[in-house]
C-alpha cells in the first residue's frame, strides 16, 4: 500500500530540520555557545548548493558537499566572534548574523534577490530522479550519518572539552582544553549541519528565496532543539517532529495557529526547560525506567553517561 | 623549574603584583604566604597562564612561557588547584579527572578518539585511590562535601602528571585532621615522586611545616624570603602578620 | 543643503522612536539580565490601544496617555506572569518565552484587527514649516521633542529620586543592595511599569509619525531595540537614547547615500558587528557591564 505523499512530506521535513536543530543541540547544548541564527547557516548552504546546481549545473552531491564546507567555514568565523562575547553579546550577535545574511540573500542578484532561485533540480542516481519516499529515505539516511557522528563526537575527548567549555571554561583550561578552538570547532560543525539541512531542502522544494530563511525560523529551530531537550541527540530528532507537525495539529485553529505555536513554546519552556528527552527530563527517567524494567536499561552508566 | 622575573599584574588601578621576582626550585615545596590581598593566588595564576601579566616574563625549564595560555602551561606539565573547588553540576568525580587524564587528547585527531576506555579509567581510579577518593568515582562532584572536594582538585592536577603542582590554599575549608592527611599527601608527592610544588597557605605552620624554602608577598610585592625559620624570624614579616591578620583575630 | 537638513531630521526623528524603545529595553536589561524581545509587543500593543482611543475621542492627549497605561501594564503582567518564576533557569529560557510572548502579541494584534496596516491620522501640530531651506513637517520635530523630554525626565528619575538610586544600585550589585535594605522586587516593578510605558508612547508616536500602525510593527525593531542598548551600552538610560539617535542618523544617511548597497535595516547589524568586534562591550559600556 502505498503511502500518501502528504506523509511523506512530512517525514522528510522532519528528517530536514532534525538535522538543523542536532546541529544546535552540538553548538548551544554541548558547548553552550548560544546561536540563535542557525536559519542563516541553514540559508547559506542552500544558497550554495542551488547556485552550483541549478545555475552552474554541477552534481546535487557536490553541492551539498559545498554547501556543508561554506557553512562551516562561515560557522567557524562565528566561533572566533564567540570568543569575544559573552552570552546576551553573543545571542544578540546570532541575531544579527541571521538578519544581515537575508538581507544579503535579498538585496544580490546572485542569490536570485527578491525572485529566489528556482528549477532546483533532484539529486539522481543512475538517472532515476530521486523524489518522493525515495527522497526522504536519502534524508534520512544523511540525517543517520550526521547522527552517528553526533554520537562519535559525544564519546570522544571532544564532547567532553565541549561540556567542559559549556559548564567552567576556567577548569576547561585547567585540564588542557584549548577553549578558543573548541567554541570555533562547536559552531563550525552545528554550523555544517545547518548548512546541509539548507541545501537538503532547497533540493527538496526546487525553490528557494531569502524569506525561506528568516530569524523566525531560527527560533523554530531553537524550539525544536529545547523542546526535545538541548543536550540529547534524540531529542532534537523528537523536537522537529513535533514542530513539524503540530501546524498541522493546530490547522483547525485556522488563523490562531501562530498564536498556538507561541503558547507551545511557553507551555514547554516553562514546565520543561531541559525539554522532553534532555538530562533529568521527565520523559527521559520514566523512559529509562520502563527500559530497566525490562532489562534494557542504559548499563554503562558506570563510567559516566556521555553529556 | 618556574621562574617569574620581575612580574607586575595591574586590575584596573590595582596593582595586585608589583615586581615580583622568584623561582620554584626543582623538587623542592616552595610555600607563598602573605596576609589577606597581599596578591598569593593572583601569583599562582600567572604561573599558571590564567593571568598574562601587564610586566615581566615567566620561564618554565629556562623556556619563556608568558604568552602561553593556561592549557598550554598545563599541558606542558604546570598543574593548578584553585581555592574554590570546580565542581560543575551533573559532573561525576570520575569524569573530571577524567578530564585531565585526558590532556593530550584535546587537540588534532585525538579529539574524536573515543574516551571511555579501560586504560584511560584505570588512570582515574589509580589517581582517586591516591587521594582517597575511590569510593567516590560515580558520585557526583558537586554533591560531595568541601574537604572532599579539596581533593578532588588535588586528584584532578594529579592526573595531568605535572611536574609542577601549585596548590592553591589546599586546606582551606578542611578539618584540622584533614588538613593534616592532606600536608601528609604533599609532603609524599614531593618527597617519593619528586614533584616540584608551590603552596599557597592561609595555615602558615602547615605551610612552614611542608616548605623547604618560603617567599612572603604584602601588598603585591615581595617582603622577604629564605629558610622557613629564617623567614619567621624576619621582623619585617612579624610586622605584617601582626599589622594586618593577627591584630585583629 | 536643503537634501542635508531633510534627511537629518528624519533620521532624528526615526532615531527617536528607537531611543523611546531602548529605554525601556534597557531600564529591564540593566536589573533582571533578560533580552525582552517581548518588549516590541509592549509597543505594538500601545500603537493599537492609541489608535482605538483616539478614534473614540478625537483627542491626541488621551491617545498618548492610554497607550502608555496599557503598555505599562502589560510589561508589568509579563515580568511578573512569566519573567518573574524563569529567574533562576539558564539565560535562553526567559529569552525564548520572550520570543514566544511576542509572537502571540503580535499575532494576536493581527487577528483582531486585521494583518493589513491601518491608517492612523493623528490631527496635532502637522504642519509644513521651512527650515534652514528645506520644508519640514513639524510632527518630526514633536517627536524628537518629546522623546528628548521623555528621556530627561528618566534620567532624572532614575538618578535623582530614592528609587531611582536604589535601582542604579541594584543594577550594579543586586545582593549589596538587598543587603542595604532596597526592596528589589518593587524597583523591577517599577522599571517595568515605566520602560513598558515608554514603548507604549513609542508605539504612538510611530503612527503619529508615520500615520499608519501595522500588527508587524514591531518586528525588525525588536531587535534593532537590542542592537541600540548594545551600542549604548547596556542599562544606561542616556546611552540607549544616543545609541537610538544614532542608529537613526546611520539609517538614514547611508539609505540616502548608498540606496543599492543594503536595505536600511541592515545598518543597525552591521553597526552592531562591527562595534562588538573593537568594543565589546558598547560605545558607553564598561567592562564590569558584561
Partial sequence: ?307 | MLRLENVSKHFGGVRALDGVSLSLREGRITGIIGPNGAGKTTLLRVMAGFYKPTRGRVYYRDRDVTSLGPHERARLGIALTFQIPRAPPEFTVGQLVQAAVGKAMYRGTALLAERDREEVWDRVHRVLERVGLSDYAEREASQLPLGLQKRLELARALALEPRVLLLDEPSAGMSPEEARELAGLVRDLNEREGLTIAIVEHNVPLATGLSHYMYVLHYGRLLSEGEPGEVLRDPRVIEAYLGAGYARG | MAEIVLQVVDGLAIGSIYAGIALGLTLVYGLLRILHIAHAGVYVVGAYTAYMVYGATGSPLASMASAMASSALLGFLINRLFYKPLLDQPRYVPLMVSIALFIIMEELVANVFGHYPKGFHVDFLSRDIGLAGATVNTRKIVVFAIVLAATLLTWALTTKTRLGVASQAAAQDAETAMTLGVRIPLIIDFNFLLGSALAGLAGFLYGYYYGVISPFMGGVVAYKGLVVIVLGGFGSVMGAYLGGIILGLVEQVMTALYPDILPREAYAFIALIALLLFRPYGIFGRREMA
Fill in chain 1, 1 to 307: 500500500m502505498p503511502i500518501p505523499e502528504y506523509y511523506i512530506t512530512l517525514a522528510t521535513l522532519v528528517g530536514i530540520y532534525g538535522v538543523a536543530a542536532l546541529g544546535l543541540n552540538i553548538t548551544m547544548g554541548w558547548a553552550g555557545q548560544v546561536n540563535l541564527g542557525q536559519a542563516g547557516f541553514l540559508g547559506i548552504g542552500a544558497m550554495t548548493s542551488a547556485i552550483l546546481t541549478a545555475k552552474l549545473g554541477l552534481p546535487v552531491g557536490l553541492g551539498i558537499a559545498a554547501a556543508a564546507l561554506s557553512a562551516l567555514v562561515v560557522g567557524a568565523v562565528m566561533g572566533l566572534v564567540s570568543i569575544r562575547l559573552r552570552e546576551d553579546f553573543l545571542a544578540i550577535t546570532t541575531i544579527a548574523f541571521n538578519f544581515l545574511v537575508v538581507y544579503i540573500f535579498e538585496y544580490y542578484d546572485v542569490f536570485g534577490g527578491s525572485y529566489g532561485i528556482s528549477n532546483i533540480p533532484r539529486p539522481s542516481i543512475g538517472g532515476y530522479e530521486l523524489r518522493g519516499a525515495s527522497y526522504m529515505l536519502l534524508t534520512w539516511g544523511i540525517l543517520a550519518l550526521l547522527v552517528l557522528l553526533a554520537l562519535r563526537i559525544q564519546r570522544s575527548w571532544m564532547g567532553l572539552a565541549f561540556n567542559l567549555v559549556r559548564d567552567d571554561e576556567q577548569l576547561a583550561s585547567a585540564v588542557g582544553v584549548d577553549v578558543r578552538r573548541m567554541k570555533v570547532l562547536a559552531f563550525a560543525i552545528g554550523a555544517m549541519y545547518g548548512g546541509v539541512a539548507g541545501a537538503l531542502s532547497a533540493h527538496f522544494k526546487g525553490y528557494i528565496v531569502f524569506s525561506d530563511f528568516e530569524f523566525p525560523y531560527s527560533i523554530a529551530i531553537l524550539t525544536m532543539s529545547i523542546l526535545g531537550g538541548l543536550d540529547s541527540i534524540a531529542g532534537a530528532i523528537l523536537g522537529s517532529f513535533i514542530v513539524v507537525v503540530s501546524p498541522e495539529v493546530f490547522r483547525p485553529l485556522m488563523q490562531y495557529r501562530r498564536v498556538m505555536y507561541g503558547v507551545l513554546i511557553v507551555v514547554v519552556v516553562f514546565f520543561a526547560p531541559r525539554g522532553l528527552l534532555g538530562k533529568n527530563a521527565v520523559a527521559r527517567r520514566l523512559l529509562e525506567r520502563m527500559l530497566a524494567g525490562y532489562g534494557l536499561g542504559p548499563g554503562g552508566k558506570k563510567k559516566g553517561e556521555g553529556g
